[in-house]
């Protein structure tokens, strides 16, 4: 047991170490364009969405999106108008992690691409030249992360050989309300724990595609990570100016009030969800020992889920950016 949870621990680090060290190589490559782009595609509440999608697509993480902006607001550099449009791309950015593993770290040999990469990469980090050196910490935090996923794939027992789990998590999943609860709580703490949002859906994905959780457990713990990421800009602004602790606090609120209507629709958006995408998910853990293979279908379906909820969201919200600028004002007084 001890050795199983020290694979999986070790496989998470090496999946977090190549997302942070191809993280800071796009963010080093693209420099002051990157901060440009933060700065200046901001002119209104649409621009700022675009701003926000593209630039964690860019860096890969909505956490850097974040702490960047927070940056910049406490800089006065980006309004807190701006800001609210900017959280609100990064969250619909971000989904992009879980389609690339979804998508690429479950349907083909991962070793394939991720030895090359880091192979391609090496030369280059220790080159002389700073552009070089970026590109290869691209190339190697590449190979690293999805390395990492491989052996993340392979340390989580699975629930044919471990029926504990499968007893232990059944004792959860089936309370209705309460369940659904528990499991954003799980979420949050979760992604709070590791420090990433993207992390968190690859451990997610993971005990999904092994049989541990079901579809709509999974996409609970989804929805209690988009609160637990929120968590990093808090910290960021810690320290700041009033204006980017009401930025902070507006990301807190964003995601929140997302994950409270995603509450009350809940069934009806899961079965959407399945309507929309082909192949059938278990809709309980139970039916891993009937239907292993079904497990294998939930990675494509829980990242339209993230993706479809956080568009939603974005478009519900957008129109009352101006109302979410007000409570953070009220709940932060300048300092």
Not at 127 to 140: A, D, H, P, Q, Y
Not at 183 to 212: D, N, P, R
Not at 305 to 330: M, Y
Request: net charge positive; glycine share 8%; proline share 3%.
């Amino acid at each position: 047991m001890i050795s199983t949870f020290l694979n999986i621990l070790g496989s998470l680090g090496v999946f977090l170490f190549g997302m942070k060290v191809m993280s800071e190589g796009i963010q080093k490559t693209a420099g002051s364009r990157l901060r440009n782009i933060l700065a200046y595609m901001t002119q209104n509440r649409f621009a700022g969405v675009l701003t926000g999608f593209i630039t964690t697509c860019l860096v890969q993480s909505s956490s850097a999106t974040t702490v960047m902006m927070i940056s910049f607001v406490n800089a006065g550099l980006l309004t807190l108008t701006q800001s609210i449009g900017i959280i609100m791309g990064a969250n619909i950015g971000t989904t992009l992690t879980g389609w690339l593993i979804a998508i690429l770290g479950f349907k083909l040999d991962i070793a394939t691409i991720a030895l090359p990469s880091v192979g391609i990469g090496l030369p280059f980090i220790f080159s002389k030249s700073t552009k070089r050196k970026n590109i290869g910490e691209i190339f190697v935090g590449f190979g690293l992360l999805f390395l990492g996923l491989e052996w993340l794939k392979k340390s989580v027992p699975n629930i044919k050989e471990n029926p504990e789990i499968l007893q232990f998590l059944s004792n959860y999943t089936d309370l209705g309300i309460i369940s659904l609860l528990i499991f954003v709580t799980v979420g949050v703490l979760l992604t709070i724990i590791v420090q990433s949002s993207s992390a968190a859906m690859t451990i997610t994905i993971t005990m999904a595609y092994s049989g541990w959780i079901d579809f709509p457990t999974a996409c609970a713990l989804i929805l209690g990570e988009n609160i637990g990421t929120t968590i990093t800009a808090y910290l960021a602004s810690l320290g700041a100016n009033y204006h980017a602790k009401r930025a902070a606090r507006a990301h807190m609120i964003f995601n929140v009030f997302g994950v409270i209507w995603m509450l009350i629709g809940f069934s009806l958006f899961i079965t959407y969800i399945d309507y929309l995408v082909p192949n059938e998910v278990p809709y309980s853990i139970h039916s891993y020992k009937e239907s292993p293979e079904l497990f294998q279908n939930i990675p494509i379906h829980l990242s339209m889920f993230h993706t479809l909820f956080n568009i939603i969201n974005v478009a519900l919200l957008i129109w009352f950016v101006p109302q979410i600028a007000l409570i953070v004002k009220k709940m932060v007084k300048p300092s």
